[in-house]
């Protein structure tokens, strides 16, 4: 055993850990964060419950299935030589490209001997006494660690509809997260989706192509911008790989860890000519440009919102033939980028087609699933196969459906269920060396970068405990409630916190979250990271240390 372990291990004589540090999760942050815990020299276990490593990228295989960061990005930026080595294939990788890119990770750097999958968490309980967690499996397997981190995501708890009948239904069926690895022929088929935020809608434009038919069933439509993917040819790539120094710098500069810079201009100070060319020039560019890198008032003053979101609408009235059915396609809850929004490569005019209908639940709610298909109160729909594309119980969801306990026993479930309490959106009061890669209230973005940092900010701790003999940690109540109060803070004024969504912890279909709360951190990557630096500079301060 090595010293860094010999500290961690520090227990009663008669207690042997089984490991140092046990990580929830072998998708992107997860991988990354074996790879820095492995650098400490830890004995480190990462518990997956998929087949494979991935994470979003193992499991979300659905027809269309992409990110809308560019690919080179998307990409680690810790190894050199990676970087080297990978060609990125299109400008906005589709999944098996990222899924293969992931299982190269995790094969160069030897992750797999760590890694142990088909290995679903069911409860993770603090033990006071040793200072350890005991982590149980679903299969019942039992396994001590001193530290527990998650690496669990944001979006990776699937929820299905709460519509009677679901189990009834007699066709295929799947929710977009746990589509088949083996291919499904949509030619001939009589198809329903159910949802359209951002997996429907790559979802539609796949199987439109081919169904014999598509019923798209559209509770909220959403504010969608044309991704403009493109291949790279081996001249680009080599010209991205030159730049890679500048494209990472450029990401830690901007709001979101993303390319695009929010234009510094109000939208209300430019002519109308202006404000429209401007427009018309994002709208034409590939990429979140038209959200991340807009006049810096679209999304704080509601006049400048309103005027976006009717550029957005007459696009939506221009690219769909049927002015009724365009009509349904254009959002009347929310405006323009107070929701995520959904890149989409042809979505509008797939509902040209003849072979594609949308049935509006706002008018016509759907009453039940029937052994044959779908009923509304308007009319009864016979299906082959019904898509689920209802998305997730966001942020704090993974954590909910683990019962995990802190001092005394004390559920992380109910520790929350007014929301979420962290400091920096790693650390939780009460849950001593517990330790959240991209928890709730951290800096959301562009996935990859801000993982890198969280999972860097962790091990930093990590190895700060290591040096001074440390074997708990844990946030205190008082700069627990002061970052929360903070996070809080950080959305006034934003317009997204008026609306339903995930991003404001919003979802239908599981109970208790149903009232508006702030889950991550809206004051930008830059901000968030000069917060956290300063606690480390700090000494960590606001932790309670022994």
């Known amino acids: 055993m090595d010293e860094l372990s010999a500290v961690l291990d520090r227990t009663s004589p008669e207690t042997a850990l089984d490991f140092d540090a046990i990580v929830i999760g072998a998708g992107v942050s997860g991988l990354y964060q074996l790879y820095k815990l492995r650098e400490l020299g830890l004995r480190a276990r990462v518990f997956e419950a998929g087949t494979g490593v991935g994470g979003t990228w193992y499991w979300n295989r659905y027809p269309g299935a992409r990110f809308d960061s560019e690919s080179w990005t998307y990409g680690y930026s ?15 990788a589709a999944q098996p490209e990222t899924e293969r890119y992931l299982n190269y990770v995790a ?47 944001v979006l990776s708890a699937a929820t299905m509809p709460t519509i009677p ?25 009589r198809v329903a989706v159910i949802g359209t935020g951002a997996t429907g809608v790559q979802t539609i434009t796949e199987v439109a192509k081919t169904a014999g038919s598509l019923t798209v069933f559209q509770r909220t439509p959403q504010w969608c911008a044309p991704l403009h993917n493109s291949k790279i040819s ?43 060319a401007f427009w018309e020039k994002l709208y034409s560019e590939p990429g979140f440009g038209i959200w991340m890198g807009n006049f810096r008032d679209i999304l704080t003053d509601r006049q400048a919102n309103a005027l976006i979101s009717e550029f957005l609408a007459r696009k939506i009235r221009q690219r769909v033939k049927d002015p009724v059915v365009a009509e349904k396609l254009i959002p009347k809850n929310h405006g323009f980028g107070t929701r995520r929004v959904p890149l989409e490569s042809g979505y ?42 209802t998305g997730f119980d966001a942020i704090t969801g993974a954590f909910d459906r683990i019962d995990i306990r802190g001092v005394d026993g004390v559920s992380l479930k109910d520790k929350w269920q007014d929301g979420p309490q962290t400091f920096l959106g790693i650390l939780v009061d009460g849950f001593p060396n517990f330790l959240m890669v991209m928890g709730p209230h951290a ?9 890198e940092y969280s999972a860097d900010w962790v091990t930093a701790l990590v190895r700060f405990a290591h040096e001074r003999g440390l074997t708990r940690l844990e946030a205190t109540a008082a700069t627990s409630q002061a970052w929360t109060d903070h996070v809080l803070a950080t959305s006034e004024g934003l317009l997204f916190a ?49």
């Open 348 to 389: 509008f005019e797939a509902y040209n087609q003849p072979n594609v209908q949308l049935v509006d639940l706002m008018e016509t709610p759907i009453e039940r699933i029937t052994p044959t298909g779908i009923k509304t109160n308007a009319a009864a729909y016979d299906f082959d196969l019904i898509i689920y594309a």
């Open 234 to 276: 081996k001249e680009e790539m080599q010209r991205i790989r030159a730049d890679y120094a500048e494209i990472f710098a450029r990401c830690q500069e901007t709001y979101g860890c993303f390319i695009h810079t929010t234009d510094p201009r109000s939208a209300l100070e430019v002519t109308p000519e202006e404000r429209e």
């Open 165 to 189: 009948g679901v189990e009834t239904f007699q066709g295929q069926s799947c929710h977009t997260h746990y589509w088949p690895k083996e291919p499904v022929s949509f030619a001939g088929k």
């Open 107 to 153: 094969d160069k750097f030897d992750l797999r001997r760590d890694i142990q999958c088909k290995s679903r968490v069911a409860s993770a309980h603090y033990q006071d006494d040793t200072r350890s967690w005991e982590v149980v499996s679903e299969d019942g397997r039992r396994y001590t660690t001193r530290l527990l981190i998650t690496a669990i995501g």
């Open 78 to 92: 810790f190894s050199q030589e990676l970087l080297d080595e990978w060609d990125w294939e299109e400008h906005f």
């Open 498 to 546: 008026e609306v339903d969504s995930w991003m404001t912890g919003i979802n239908r279909n599981v109970a208790g979250k149903q009232v508006r709360r702030v889950m991550r951190y809206s004051g930008g990557h830059p901000a968030f990271r000069q917060r956290c630096d300063a606690v480390a500079a700090g000494g960590y301060r606001e932790l309670t240390l022994a």
């Open 443 to 451: 800096g959301l973005g562009n996935f990859p970068r801000a993982a």
